[in-house]
Protein backbone atom coordinates (compact mmCIF):
# COMPACT_ATOMS: atom_id res chain seq x y z
CA UNK A 1 0.00 0.00 0.00
CA UNK A 2 1.58 2.78 -1.05
CA UNK A 3 1.94 6.50 1.73
CA UNK A 4 -1.48 8.27 -0.69
CA UNK A 5 -2.96 5.56 0.28
CA UNK A 6 -2.13 4.95 3.89
CA UNK A 7 -2.82 9.13 4.36
CA UNK A 8 -6.14 8.27 2.58
CA UNK A 9 -7.03 5.94 5.04
CA UNK A 10 -6.04 7.60 7.99
CA UNK A 11 -8.03 10.92 6.81
CA UNK A 12 -11.22 8.75 6.76
CA UNK A 13 -10.43 7.52 9.43
CA UNK A 14 -10.45 10.46 11.89
CA UNK A 15 -12.97 11.84 10.07
CA UNK A 16 -15.52 9.13 10.97
CA UNK A 17 -14.48 9.32 14.57
CA UNK A 18 -14.51 13.46 14.48
CA UNK A 19 -17.71 14.32 12.16
CA UNK A 20 -20.89 15.47 14.44
CA UNK A 21 -23.60 12.57 14.39
CA UNK A 22 -26.28 15.22 13.71
CA UNK A 23 -23.92 15.22 9.96
CA UNK A 24 -23.78 11.45 9.72
CA UNK A 25 -27.13 10.87 10.25
CA UNK A 26 -27.87 14.03 7.58
CA UNK A 27 -25.41 12.10 4.63
CA UNK A 28 -27.67 8.34 5.63
CA UNK A 29 -30.48 10.39 4.79
CA UNK A 30 -29.42 11.93 1.77
CA UNK A 31 -28.15 8.70 0.12
CA UNK A 32 -31.53 7.10 0.93
CA UNK A 33 -33.68 5.78 -2.19
CA UNK A 34 -36.40 7.78 -2.88
CA UNK A 35 -39.03 5.39 -1.75
CA UNK A 36 -38.92 1.68 -0.52
CA UNK A 37 -37.30 0.10 2.09
CA UNK A 38 -33.64 -0.63 3.65
CA UNK A 39 -32.56 -3.46 5.65
CA UNK A 40 -31.66 -2.51 9.25
CA UNK A 41 -28.15 -4.47 9.18
CA UNK A 42 -27.34 -1.89 6.37
CA UNK A 43 -28.18 1.48 8.61
CA UNK A 44 -26.43 -0.11 11.61
CA UNK A 45 -23.42 -0.79 9.11
CA UNK A 46 -23.52 2.58 7.87
CA UNK A 47 -23.53 4.37 11.65
CA UNK A 48 -20.64 1.77 12.94
CA UNK A 49 -19.76 2.53 16.17
CA UNK A 50 -22.45 5.12 16.78
CA UNK A 51 -24.51 2.26 16.55
CA UNK A 52 -23.79 1.41 19.99
CA UNK A 53 -24.96 4.67 21.22
CA UNK A 54 -28.35 4.02 19.45
CA UNK A 55 -28.93 0.52 21.28
CA UNK A 56 -27.47 2.06 24.77
CA UNK A 57 -30.45 4.78 24.33
CA UNK A 58 -33.07 2.93 23.66
CA UNK A 59 -32.37 0.13 25.84
CA UNK A 60 -31.75 2.83 28.80
CA UNK A 61 -34.74 3.96 27.98
CA UNK A 62 -36.44 0.49 28.39
CA UNK A 63 -34.51 -0.22 31.24
CA UNK A 64 -36.53 2.33 33.44
CA UNK A 65 -39.94 0.51 32.40
CA UNK A 66 -41.54 -1.50 34.86
CA UNK A 67 -41.68 -5.27 33.52
CA UNK A 68 -39.67 -4.76 31.28
CA UNK A 69 -35.88 -3.64 32.63
CA UNK A 70 -35.03 -7.17 33.31
CA UNK A 71 -35.10 -8.11 29.69
CA UNK A 72 -33.68 -4.63 28.82
CA UNK A 73 -30.34 -5.73 31.41
CA UNK A 74 -30.51 -9.14 29.42
CA UNK A 75 -30.14 -7.63 26.00
CA UNK A 76 -27.67 -5.25 26.91
CA UNK A 77 -25.52 -8.28 27.59
CA UNK A 78 -24.55 -8.59 23.75
CA UNK A 79 -23.21 -5.26 22.97
CA UNK A 80 -21.73 -5.00 26.29
CA UNK A 81 -20.11 -7.91 25.20
CA UNK A 82 -19.29 -7.04 21.94
CA UNK A 83 -17.48 -3.78 22.76
CA UNK A 84 -15.22 -6.09 25.31
CA UNK A 85 -14.27 -7.73 22.07
CA UNK A 86 -13.46 -4.71 20.23
CA UNK A 87 -16.31 -4.97 17.97
CA UNK A 88 -16.44 -1.69 15.91
CA UNK A 89 -20.32 -1.67 15.48
CA UNK A 90 -22.68 -3.78 17.05
CA UNK A 91 -23.30 -7.67 15.42
CA UNK A 92 -27.09 -8.01 15.56
CA UNK A 93 -29.11 -11.66 14.97
CA UNK A 94 -29.16 -11.81 11.53
CA UNK A 95 -33.29 -11.99 11.66
CA UNK A 96 -33.05 -8.58 13.11
CA UNK A 97 -30.64 -7.28 10.24
CA UNK A 98 -32.91 -9.04 7.75
CA UNK A 99 -35.48 -7.46 8.66
CA UNK A 100 -36.72 -3.82 6.34
CA UNK A 101 -37.66 -0.75 7.55
CA UNK A 102 -39.48 1.85 5.13
CA UNK A 103 -37.64 4.78 3.40
CA UNK A 104 -40.35 7.13 4.45
CA UNK A 105 -39.98 5.66 8.15
CA UNK A 106 -36.71 6.83 8.48
CA UNK A 107 -36.78 10.16 6.53
CA UNK A 108 -39.88 11.20 9.30
CA UNK A 109 -37.06 9.70 12.38
CA UNK A 110 -34.57 11.65 11.23
CA UNK A 111 -36.57 15.28 10.65
CA UNK A 112 -37.29 14.61 13.73
CA UNK A 113 -34.29 13.24 15.40
CA UNK A 114 -31.81 15.65 13.47
CA UNK A 115 -32.64 19.18 15.13
CA UNK A 116 -32.35 17.45 18.22
CA UNK A 117 -29.03 16.72 18.17
CA UNK A 118 -27.60 19.82 16.84
CA UNK A 119 -29.15 21.62 20.00
CA UNK A 120 -27.64 18.83 22.17
CA UNK A 121 -24.16 19.16 19.85
CA UNK A 122 -23.35 22.33 21.77
CA UNK A 123 -22.69 21.01 24.80
CA UNK A 124 -21.56 17.34 24.22
CA UNK A 125 -18.75 17.63 21.87
CA UNK A 126 -15.64 15.69 20.99
CA UNK A 127 -13.58 16.53 24.05
CA UNK A 128 -10.94 14.47 25.96
CA UNK A 129 -10.35 12.07 24.01
CA UNK A 130 -7.93 10.30 25.92
CA UNK A 131 -11.51 8.77 27.69
CA UNK A 132 -12.65 7.46 24.45
CA UNK A 133 -9.80 6.02 22.82
CA UNK A 134 -8.88 2.13 22.78
CA UNK A 135 -8.91 0.35 25.05
CA UNK A 136 -11.69 2.64 26.74
CA UNK A 137 -14.45 1.18 24.32
CA UNK A 138 -13.87 -2.56 26.34
CA UNK A 139 -13.78 -1.32 29.56
CA UNK A 140 -17.16 0.54 28.92
CA UNK A 141 -18.31 -2.68 27.37
CA UNK A 142 -17.56 -4.75 31.03
CA UNK A 143 -18.83 -1.26 32.64
CA UNK A 144 -21.91 -2.17 30.97
CA UNK A 145 -22.16 -5.40 31.75
CA UNK A 146 -21.98 -4.78 35.60
CA UNK A 147 -24.93 -2.39 34.58
CA UNK A 148 -26.70 -5.11 32.69
CA UNK A 149 -26.67 -6.86 36.27
CA UNK A 150 -27.77 -3.70 38.31
CA UNK A 151 -30.71 -3.37 36.18
CA UNK A 152 -32.07 -6.74 36.49
CA UNK A 153 -32.01 -7.00 39.94
CA UNK A 154 -35.84 -7.41 41.22
CA UNK A 155 -35.14 -4.80 43.69
CA UNK A 156 -37.07 -1.10 43.83
CA UNK A 157 -35.08 2.18 42.02
CA UNK A 158 -32.35 -0.37 41.47
CA UNK A 159 -32.28 0.30 37.31
CA UNK A 160 -32.54 4.15 37.14
CA UNK A 161 -29.26 5.10 38.14
CA UNK A 162 -27.69 2.19 35.63
CA UNK A 163 -30.03 3.78 33.05
CA UNK A 164 -28.41 7.37 33.47
CA UNK A 165 -24.71 6.11 33.05
CA UNK A 166 -26.22 4.03 30.33
CA UNK A 167 -27.08 7.62 28.65
CA UNK A 168 -23.94 9.26 29.44
CA UNK A 169 -21.84 6.42 27.54
CA UNK A 170 -24.14 6.66 24.46
CA UNK A 171 -23.68 10.47 24.65
CA UNK A 172 -19.88 9.57 24.79
CA UNK A 173 -19.84 7.02 21.94
CA UNK A 174 -21.96 9.51 19.82
CA UNK A 175 -19.17 12.30 19.99
CA UNK A 176 -16.23 11.15 21.56
CA UNK A 177 -16.94 12.99 24.28
CA UNK A 178 -15.01 11.97 26.85
CA UNK A 179 -16.38 14.18 29.62
CA UNK A 180 -19.39 12.13 29.37
CA UNK A 181 -17.48 8.41 29.55
CA UNK A 182 -15.69 10.07 32.69
CA UNK A 183 -19.58 11.07 34.25
CA UNK A 184 -20.99 7.40 32.61
CA UNK A 185 -18.18 5.90 34.96
CA UNK A 186 -18.91 7.81 38.04
CA UNK A 187 -22.73 7.35 37.67
CA UNK A 188 -22.24 3.47 37.33
CA UNK A 189 -20.22 3.16 40.13
CA UNK A 190 -22.62 5.07 42.42
CA UNK A 191 -25.19 2.44 40.79
CA UNK A 192 -22.96 -0.62 41.73
CA UNK A 193 -22.75 0.71 45.19
CA UNK A 194 -26.61 1.32 45.57
CA UNK A 195 -27.42 -2.21 44.05
CA UNK A 196 -24.93 -4.00 46.07
CA UNK A 197 -26.27 -2.03 49.18
CA UNK A 198 -29.86 -2.93 48.59
CA UNK A 199 -28.94 -6.53 47.65
CA UNK A 200 -27.46 -6.67 51.19
CA UNK A 201 -30.54 -5.37 53.00
CA UNK A 202 -32.81 -7.48 51.50
CA UNK A 203 -30.23 -10.43 52.48
CA UNK A 204 -30.65 -9.39 55.79
CA UNK A 205 -34.51 -9.22 55.76
CA UNK A 206 -34.95 -12.46 54.23
CA UNK A 207 -32.19 -14.09 57.24
CA UNK A 208 -34.30 -12.00 59.81
CA UNK A 209 -37.93 -13.08 58.16
CA UNK A 210 -36.05 -17.07 58.30
CA UNK A 211 -34.93 -16.50 62.13
CA UNK A 212 -38.36 -15.18 62.76
CA UNK A 213 -39.99 -18.30 60.73
CA UNK A 214 -37.55 -21.36 62.82
Known sequence: MDSSST??????????????????LIELLEG?????????????????RRSFGGIFLLLAALAVLPGISFFAGLALVVPGVQLVLGFRAPLLPRFIRRRRVRVSAIRTLGRWTIPWLEKLERYVKPRWLTLTDPPLPRIIGLVVLVMALTIMLPLPLSNFMPAFALVCFAFAIFERDGLMTFIGFLLAGIAFVFGATLVYLALEVLILLAEQLD
Open 32 to 48: LPEAGDLRIGKIVYQLR
Open 7 to 24: SGFKRNHTSEQTERTSRV
